[in-house]
């Protein structure tokens, strides 16, 4: 927070982290890693600096804290979180700034690599990121409530879940009363949105959806930072301002980075555009 009382979020998504080193497991690039990267290059490299570089572009204008909302990585391998983890403690920002939630492609690899990692690689990180439901983390003007809403699925489904309890928890935290008059921010990895078609729904969807959207229809400093559709997203319940706000993907940057911001000021999340 700086002197005007104002705390800046910078909101990052999809890095898809690969392993420079992957042939330390196996023979090169995996069959599932060349399936899910289809349409990206397989450029390790470029992508460790494609979020070096974001990460930078945020921390010079100003961000309090950093959000990443999943597909953090590609598979979820070991290896890959190692190098996720060095890539961002070689940003040199304090690792209690960031805020971290896994993505489907986070736990194609194992069922356990969410919690692996956080034992592991990114302990540091461990505090402020995605844990048991309910989890809130204060930052600076607005409340954090960082969710795992993935579970383990073939390369060839890209849903997520988020459980009755989960909700139940974000319900009891939005009502009460001692967190009240600061935005209070759900940061996951997919949109709370209800697909078109319900074949299209389970393939890539997130299964709770509804459940969700009704929570946010009944609190009012209810928002949802989230990824995985890779573009912005700025989508108002009704009337009023935008609620369930996406983030462009990092791995598909181009010349510039583009690093969402918002800005908490007086109990109030106002979008503050995009960096580059
Ligand atoms: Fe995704």
Not at 30 to 35: C, E
Not at 99 to 115: E, F, I, K, Q
Not at 121 to 136: D, N, Q, V
Request: charge should be neutral.
């Amino acid at each position: 927070m700086d002197i005007t009382g104002t705390t800046r979020i910078a909101h990052l998504s999809d890095a898809h982290v690969l392993d420079p080193r992957p042939s330390r497991t196996r023979a090169g690039w995996s069959m599932q890693v060349r399936f899910l990267s289809f349409g990206r290059p397989l450029d390790a490299i470029g992508r460790r600096q494609k979020l070096l570089r974001s990460l930078d572009t945020a921390r010079r204008v100003g961000a309090d804290h950093y959000v990443l909302s999943g597909d953090l990585t590609e598979i979820g391998t070991p290896g890959e979180f190692e190098t996720l983890a060095e890539i961002l403690h070689d940003s040199r920002i304090d690792p209690e700034r960031f805020t971290l939630v896994p993505g489907n492609h986070d736990v194609y690899s194992s069922a356990d690599a969410w919690r692996w990692a956080l034992a592991g690689p990114l302990a540091p990180f461990a505090r402020m990121s995605a844990g048991e439901p309910g989890k809130i983390v204060e930052v600076g003007g607005a409340n954090l409530m960082p969710i795992d809403a993935t579970f383990h699925q073939p390369v060839t489904r890209s849903a997520g879940f988020i459980g009755e309890e989960a909700v139940r928890a974000i319900e009891l935290r939005a009502g009460d009363m001692s967190l009240q008059g600061r935005p209070l921010l759900v940061v996951q990895h997919h949109p709370p949105f209800v697909r078109k078609t319900s074949a299209l729904h389970w393939l890539d969807g997130l299964v709770g959806a509804t459940r969700l959207m009704h929570a946010l229809e009944s609190f009012k400093h209810l928002f949802v930072l989230h990824g995985h559709l890779h573009s912005i997203v700025n989508r108002a319940l009704g009337c009023g301002v935008a609620r369930i706000l996406g983030a462009t993907a990092v791995c598909e940057d181009r010349d510039a980075p583009r690093v969402r911001l918002y800005d908490i000021r007086d109990g109030q999340l106002q979008s503050a555009g995009l960096a580059s």
